[in-house]
């Protein structure tokens, strides 16, 4: 079993930048990898990064890709997400998620998600 909680979401101006944070418990933490999926009011959920269980491959929508970097602390069972450049089309709600073994796009893949975060980019 893995929990997770999300943070650092919030209100941002158009070409500002956030860090969103995935803090996790339990113990197959190491072994799963994890992504970040967001849900727009009206739209279903995309996603948007993952990140392997070692943190040596990522993958990125092409919405985002240039723009946003996600990464890991193994140590800190703690997974991150570092938006830059930010654009009003990023507003969406920002879920953690993760599953054992490798990495997907596929939401259904994934068994364990956070509760989200919201995140407002203002024009």
């Known amino acids: 079993q893995v929990q997770l909680v999300e943070s650092g979401g919030g209100l941002v101006q158009a070409g500002g930048s956030l860090r969103l944070s995935c803090a996790a418990s339990?113990?197959?933490?190491?072994?799963?990898?994890l992504a970040w999926f967001r849900q727009a009011p009206g739209k279903e959920r995309e996603f948007v990064a993952a990140?392997?269980?070692?943190?040596?491959?990522?993958s990125y929508s092409s919405s985002v890709k240039g723009r946003f970097t996600i990464s890991r602390d193994n140590a800190k069972n703690t997974v991150y997400l570092q938006m830059n450049s930010l654009k009003p089309e990023d507003t969406a709600v920002y879920y953690c998620?993760?599953?054992?073994?490798?990495?997907?796009?596929?939401?259904?893949?994934?068994?364990?998600w956070g509760q989200g975060t919201q995140v407002t980019v203002s024009s």
């Open positions: 998620a993760a599953k054992e073994g490798s990495g997907t796009t596929y939401y259904s893949a994934y068994n364990y």
């Open positions: 990140i392997s269980w070692s943190g040596g491959t990522t």
């Open positions: 339990g113990r197959t933490f190491s072994r799963c990898a």
